[in-house]
C-alpha cells in the first residue's frame, strides 16, 4: 500500500472509497493493489486486529484462489459504497446500487452475534468475529459500518473535494458546513495556484 496515503474522510467507510484516488476527468491511482494491501490498510484503519491480520495470512495462500476471489469481491463492494456515497452527494441514489446494498447487508446481517459483557454494567455488542482465515470480514465490516453511517444523521454532512483534479468524499465536520476540499493544504492550495495562474494570464 502507498504511504502517501492520506485519512481525510472522517470515516472509515469514506476512506475506504477515498483507497481509489484520481480525478473526474478520469485519471485515477489506486492504492489496493494487492490483498496484502487490503490487508494494511485494514489494520491501519482498525477494521481488522493485529490478532486478525495474523489469522489471515496471505503469505500463506498468496496464490490461493480463496484470496484471490476475496480480493475481486472487496474491490467490487468498494465500487458499490463509491456509487451509493457518490449518488447521495449528487443529489440521486441509484436504486440498483440501493437493491445489491441490501442484498450485501442481508448477507452480512446473518452473520452477526451478541457478545456478551465483559464485566457487569458493560453493555451487550454486536459483532462480526472472525470465523475462517478469510479476507471477506474486511468487507463484511465495512458493509456493516457503511450501514452505521447510511442510518446516521453525519450522512447528511457527506462531500465531496471541490477539487477537479480530486474525487475523494469526507464528513463536513465545519461549524458552518462549507468544507469544501478533502484537505485545504493539498487539494485547497493546488486549487487556489491553479486560478491564480488562470487570471495571470489573462491579464
Known amino acids: 500500500m502507498n504511504d502517501e496515503y492520506q ?7 469514506l476512506d475506504f472509497i477515498n483507497t481509489l484516488g484520481g480525478d473526474r476527468r478520469g485519471r485515477t491511482e489506486e492504492y489496493l493493489c494487492t490483498i496484502d494491501d487490503v490487508l494494511r490498510w485494514a489494520e491501519k ?3 481488522l486486529t493485529t490478532e486478525e491480520v495474523n489469522i489471515i495470512n496471505p503469505e500463506e495462500a498468496m496464490d490461493n484462489q480463496t484470496f484471490s476471489a ?14 451509493l456515497f457518490n ?9 440498483a446500487s440501493l437493491d ?8 452480512v446481517s446473518a452473520l452477526l452475534q451478541l457478545e456478551k ?6 453493555p451487550f455488542k454486536i459483532s462480526l468475529p472472525v470465523r475462517s482465515p ?4 474486511i468487507g463484511h465490516r465495512l458493509i456493516w459500518e457503511a450501514k452505521i453511517l447510511l442510518t446516521s ?17 469526507f464528513l463536513d465536520s465545519t461549524k458552518n458546513k462549507r468544507r469544501q476540499y478533502c484537505s485545504s493544504s493539498l487539494c485547497g492550495n493546488r486549487e487556489r495556484v491553479r486560478k491564480y495562474r488562470e487570471k495571470s494570464r489573462v491579464h
Open 7 to 13: 485519512w481525510l474522510g472522517g470515516n472509515v467507510v
Open 117 to 122: 459483557p465483559r464485566r457487569v454494567g458493560d
Open 134 to 137: 478469510s479476507p471477506m470480514i
Open 45 to 47: 484503519a482498525e477494521i
Open 100 to 107: 445489491l446494498f441490501n442484498f450485501n447487508l442481508q448477507n
Open 153 to 169: 444523521p453525519d450522512i447528511w454532512n457527506l462531500g465531496r473535494c471541490s477539487s477537479s483534479t480530486c474525487s475523494w468524499l
Open 70 to 83: 476475496a480480493f475481486k469481491n472487496i474491490i467490487k463492494q468498494r465500487e458499490l459504497l463509491a456509487n
Open 87 to 95: 449518488g447521495i452527494v449528487e443529489g440521486h441514489m441509484e436504486g
